[in-house]
């Protein structure tokens, strides 16, 4: 890397602190981000970068310490201060509007309210200007919800840079992305570090932090308990860092594939809003097998996810389950089918926030085990609720505690037991692990690779490529709502897939690159 | 034919545009407090307050726009409340909004129990007089039907011009309605998603109000109790069926007060004499109900309508 | 600002913070009052003695909480499901409407068959009327606020043409007013000389049962489930479409019995002023009792000694008695406050 100027610190983070209740989020953190370097900020989930972040941008305030951009102390609590001072933040959610333009987004906030025009023109020369510059190319006026996400995220990045920002702060940029659009965000960062920039690159993927950063500081616990320059460092001390010997993940066993358990051949599903449905895929689920399904968020995933759900019917085409075509397709009908449904949001579409364990853990049985002829069961509710909180170790304070109060991975743990005690012979696993951190992913990840050698067939979505590749027997790649060839386990290389996921795989099809 | 005779006059379009002026002012302010992202039920009393509040105030001896000035405030007011509770507290939009019609209601009617308590019928104002726009005024059929109005109708239509002025060309606008896509997309920017959304409930329901205080002040003289008569209820459809667009809106506040105009005439006719005239005053209620299912699959609600916004929270 | 979930929070905060919601309530009605010349405790103190002073204030009470106990389950149901049903008004004259042609004379029938028949038909009635902006919220996603609002004022003309049409009483003297209900059509009083009739035991009846089925049934938990959180409910196979209308004909049969109980016991005929807002109190008495069923029991008995109590204080001290009005709307506004608080402590970070 180019130009680190360690004399002149641009941001310095002094002795940050914060609580929450009985929680520290953030212990005594402290460093220096120097001109033109790129500081990688490693930590698991629930390590305490986004709170971090938070302070820095004066959405939380500290409980202690201190943060300087360019020598200058920040206000605490101003969340224009940062902004103001040149720091700019690209967030892993996006923080865009998608019923407005590129442009719209972009100059949000940055005229001052009470000017009295928007000067629309001056923005998108000075966008243009941006875009050749960093290789950013995006059309000021396209609306968002029409981009793609590696589109999204270069008006993330545009944004940081129409107000000028000199310090550039990404969070976990590149979760969403294909390989080769990394390489691209990669080439635009180093353009953005000749030009001057200073960067803080948080992640968790090692390979990245060791391709593109000078230093890594790490993250434990809202500690920081170690930092190291990145030529004297590599993956394996990183990751020993990072969690912490504490867990480790779940041995594979070699797969014996049996009988297919779901096929779809041909089956198209409609478009849910701007995001593609299914175009004519062939796909088989076996016993004993996972099967992982690659791509970038937003390519017919989730026409996927509900199809098999029960949410949606098929257009055309056909569904068999264990040999037999599927009618009257409901959320019942796929559950008595033997299909365990791990959705992707467990807050809005797994769990009700404010019902109790017991509640939560009887919502797709109720009706065939915990009731007759409509009168509710609430005892054997109750002691099945017991039962499943002790089988899948759920940290609460009992059956009656409201769901909402649990962590991501206890909730997710008891969404598992819920599907799992039905001894499915499906398993869809959609994102199963967002957001939860090592140890809860080594568990769910454990429990599905149990199920498969029970003998289920297991559906692994997922937008983490390396989650894909660790797990699964067989990949798919989705794109645009087609679905690639089966690969087999090792016969490709993320590169490989990336050409796939970027949907240039599809040759010989009219929609070929 | 008679109808056609109707729909001909300047007069029938006069009429049609002095009933649509409190509606405009109305489903502007709703607009603005939709298009921010809160939905302000309270819309119904807010307008009660302001034609009270209009009405005592020049009775009090204040001028005309004394008493346009006097109601806007206390719809910032009963705004305010409103903000308070939605905004920041994030309460459920509609138990806000209906709480607050039911206390601005029953606040207004006590407050003219205690000052006027012994009237059985309401004094009279000085209420606004057409006010002939010269030229415009003498062009034939558009003159008397769009210039010879009030004042406070000519200020309706501005209200239009810089409501969508603002929100689609200015920063601010800009602001307001990205409040109603993305809060998250303001906070990020450095914006406070609070002051902004608060800020539009509270411009937004002094335009509610000044919509009830045009019932009092210019369209008629004085204040009755159920003068704004579920007003308030047809805004809220009105601003759904003009999708959420000043200009679209506009249109069909005039539309509905046409037809409201057309019923009022119809009554008179041969066809009053048949159907009975409670069917004639279903007729905007109803017509609101056809106009929300027209536009049902149609309209594009800003996203972040009614969907509260705690900071830091993702 | 910033809110955080409270954990667990302590009964101390849980019964406080709706106390305090009370008193500054009433702290507000104090200022009110004193500002319309009456002496806050001379009024508040007039309250309560024209509420339950006298035997005769509190049988008013009682049959004044009547229709508010039905409206309040209607409301309560519905927005536990979070349909939002603000047309209890306009149900409540569904059922009246029906105790009206059935009970003047069409059917000539025992009274407890012809009293049942009008029940279940006044319920019908009511039901259907909340079902149309059901089905438009469910099929077509309109917004069920606006159409049950609007539905108040249509139904309120379609009374007012039937007072003057089809249902006028010939007796009536060009008065708005159908006629009077065959004897057997009446309910009869509870005790006799008392003026208060069977559709109170019926509300609390009501009550009971709606507090069973949402505890103890599956179709409770389905309502609670669709209400807190539709896409999950129908994620996990809820027919969340089949719960809302069944939600839908469950609050518009209860808001019709307010109705029913209305002219059946209290009134002996339909008039166009047969509910001064019943409907719309309703709202206010639900949101009192945090929507639990048997707390509308309480609410309803709350709100109804607020308005005997009020309009016996304005016949004395000369206030008016819209101050109950205010009252309530701003203990509602100062409730749901209270509620959050309980819940959610805030932050200045």
């Known amino acids: 890397m180019s130009g680190v100027d360690s004399a002149q610190p641009v941001l310095r983070l002094q002795n940050i602190t914060k609580r929450f209740g009985p929680v520290t989020a953030n212990e005594a953190v402290t460093f220096d981000l120097a001109k033109g370097e790129v500081i990688a900020l490693l930590g698991e989930n629930g390590a305490g970068k986004t709170t971090l972040m938070n302070i820095l941008f004066g959405q939380y305030t500290a409980d202690e310490g201190q943060v300087s951009v360019f020598g200058k102390p920040l206000p605490p609590g101003n969340p224009r201060a940062a902004l103001d001072a040149g720091v700019g933040m690209v967030h892993q959610h996006f923080t865009l509007a998608g019923n407005l333009t590129v442009w719209e987004n972009i100059v949000l906030g940055a005229q001052p309210l009470h000017a009295p025009r928007l000067r629309a023109g001056a923005a998108k020369a000075k966008i243009r200007a941006l875009s050749e510059e960093f290789q950013l190319k995006v059309d000021p006026d396209a609306k968002i919800s029409a981009l793609t996400v590696g589109e999204r995220q270069r008006v993330e990045i545009l944004k940081a840079l129409y107000r000028d920002a000199r310090i550039l702060i990404l969070d976990e940029p590149t979760a969403v992305l294909t390989p080769q659009e990394t390489d691209a965000l990669f080439a635009t960062l180093r353009k953005a570090i000749d030009l001057g920039l200073s960067i803080v690159f948080i992640s968790h993927k090692l390979h990245e932090v060791m391709a593109i950063s000078n230093r890594v500081l790490v993250l434990r616990h809202g500690k920081l308990v170690a930092e190291r320059a990145t030529l004297d460092t590599d993956r394996a001390e990183l990751s020993a860092l990072m969690v912490g010997a504490e867990t480790s993940a779940p041995e594979l066993s070699r797969a014996t594939p049996g009988a297919p358990l779901l096929s779809l051949a041909q089956l198209s599903t409609p478009p849910i809003g701007t995001a593609p449905g299914l175009r004519k895929i062939d796909l088989t689920l076996r016993a004993g097998q996972i099967t992982g399904l690659a791509g970038v968020s937003g390519n017919g995933q989730a026409a996927l996810s509900d199809l098999i759900s029960g949410l949606v019917s098929p257009q055309s085409g056909t569904f068999e389950i264990a040999g037999s075509p599927v009618t009257g397709w409901t959320p019942r009908t796929a559950i008595a089918q033997g299909i365990a449904r791990i959705p992707e949001d467990r807050h809005k579409t797994g769990t009700i926030a404010d019902f109790d364990l017991t509640e939560n853990t009887i919502l797709e049985t109720y009706a065939t085990q915990f009731s007759k002829r409509g009168w509710m069961n609430w005892r054997g509710a109750k002691a099945h609720a017991e039962a499943l909180i002790k089988t899948y170790d759920v940290r609460c304070s009992g059956p009656d505690a409201r769901i909402r109060l649990l962590s991501g991975g206890n909730m997710q743990k008891l969404i598992l037991g819920r599907v799992l005690e039905n001894a499915p012979r499906i398993i869809l696993a959609n994102q199963p692990v967002r957001g939860l951190d090592i140890g809860a992913v080594n568990y769910v990840h454990g429990r599905l690779a149990a199920a498969r050698d029970a003998g289920a067939a297991v559906l692994l979505i997922s937008e983490d490529l390396d989650e894909i590749m660790r797990l699964s027997d067989v990949i798919h790649v989705i794109s645009d709502g087609r679905l690639s060839p089966e690969f087999a386990r090792g016969t490709m290389q993320p590169e490989q897939l990336g050409v796939w996921m970027a949907g240039d795989g599809f040759e010989g099809e009219n929609h070929a690159a | 034919m008679e109808l056609f005779e109707i729909l001909t006059s300047a007069a029938f379009w006069a009429a049609a545009i002095r009933i649509a002026s409190p509606l405009i002012f109305a489903t502007m302010g709703e607009l603005i407090c939709e298009r921010a992202g809160v939905l302000n039920l309270g819309i119904e009393g807010i307008m009660v307050a302001g034609a009270f509040a209009g009405w005592i105030a020049v009775w009090a001896g204040m001028p005309l726009w004394g008493g346009v000035s006097v109601a806007f405030m206390v719809g910032m007011g009963l705004g305010g409340i409103h903000s308070i509770l939605s905004v920041p507290f994030g309460l459920s939009q509609h138990v806000v909004g209906i709480g607050l019609t039911l206390l601005a209601t029953s606040a207004t009617f006590y407050t003219y129990r205690v000052m006027l308590p012994e009237v059985s019928t309401p004094p009279k104002i000085d209420a606004f007089q057409p006010f002939p726009i010269p030229i415009l005024s003498d062009i034939p059929f558009f003159g008397p039907a769009l210039f010879q109005q009030t004042a406070l109708t000519y200020l309706a239509f501005i209200l239009v011009g810089v409501v969508s002025f603002t929100l689609y060309r200015t920063p601010l606008g800009l602001a307001v309605r990205a409040a109603g896509e993305s809060p998250a997309a303001v906070a990020a920017q450095g914006l406070s998603v609070t002051a902004i959304r608060m800020g539009a409930v509270m411009v937004g329901s002094g335009c509610m109000a000044v919509g009830g205080a045009f019932l009092t002040m210019s369209a008629f003289d004085s204040f009755f109790f159920d003068m704004v008569n579920g007003r308030g209820w047809i805004c809220i459809a009105l601003v759904v069926f003009g999708a959420w667009r000043p200009g679209k809106a506009l249109f069909g506040a005039i539309l509905f007060a046409a037809f409201d105009a057309l019923q009022i005439r119809l009554q008179q006719t041969g066809i009053g004499a048949v159907v009975p005239y409670q069917v004639f005053l279903m007729m905007p209620y109803i017509l609101s109900i056809l106009a929300l299912i027209a536009m049902s699959r149609r309209a594009e609600v800003p996203a972040a309508l009614m969907v509260p916004f705690n900071k830091g929270e993702r | ?349």
């Open chain 3, 1 to 349: 600002m910033r809110l955080e979930p409270i954990a667990n929070p302590s009964l101390t905060r849980r019964l406080t913070l709706p106390a305090l919601a009370i008193v500054a309530t009433i702290v507000i009605a104090s200022l009110l009052a004193l500002i319309a010349g009456g002496n806050p405790f001379a009024v508040l103190g007039q309250i309560i003695i024209g509420a339950f002073g006298s035997k005769f204030a509190l049988l008013e009470t009682l049959n004044r909480a009547t229709p508010l106990i039905f409206t309040g389950l209607a409301i309560a149901v519905a927005f536990r499901a979070k349909l939002w049903n603000i047309g209890a008004e306009a149900q409540l004259y569904a059922g009246a409407v029906m105790v009206a042609v059935l009970g003047t004379g069409a059917l000539q029938l025992p009274a407890p068959l012809l009293l049942t028949i009008m029940a279940l038909a006044a319920m019908m009635a009511g039901a259907f009327l909340l079902l149309v902006p059901a089905l438009l919220k469910t099929r077509l996603g309109v917004d069920e606020v606006v159409t049950t609002l609007l539905f108040n004022f249509i139904f309120l003309l379609f009374v007012s043409y039937l007072l003057e049409g089809p249902l006028k009483d010939p007796m009536g003297m060009g008065w708005p007013k159908s006629a009077h209900l065959i004897p057997e059509a009446r309910l009869p009083r509870i005790v006799d000389g008392l003026r208060l009739h069977w559709g109170f035991a019926l509300a609390l009846i009501a009550a009971v049962v709606v507090w069973v089925i949402d505890a103890k049934t599956t179709l409770g938990f389905e309502m609670r489930a669709v209400g807190q959180n539709a896409e999950a409910a129908r994620f996990a196979g809820i027919p969340v479409t089949k719960v809302i209308l069944k939600t839908a004909l469950l609050s518009g049969g209860l808001a019709a019995l307010a109705g029913f109980s209305e002219v059946a016991g209290l009134k002996g005929s339909l008039t166009l002023d047969l509910s001064p807002g019943f409907g719309y109190t309703g709202i206010v008495v639900a949101m009192l009792a945090l929507l639990h069923p048997l707390g509308v029991v309480v609410a309803a008995l709350f709100v109804a000694a607020i308005f005997v109590g009020a309009d016996s204080m304005s016949r004395a001290i000369g206030v008016p008695s819209y101050l109950a009005d205010i009252m309530l709307a701003t203990a509602l506004l100062f409730m749901v406050l209270a509620i959050l608080l309980t819940k959610f402590r805030v932050r200045r970070d």
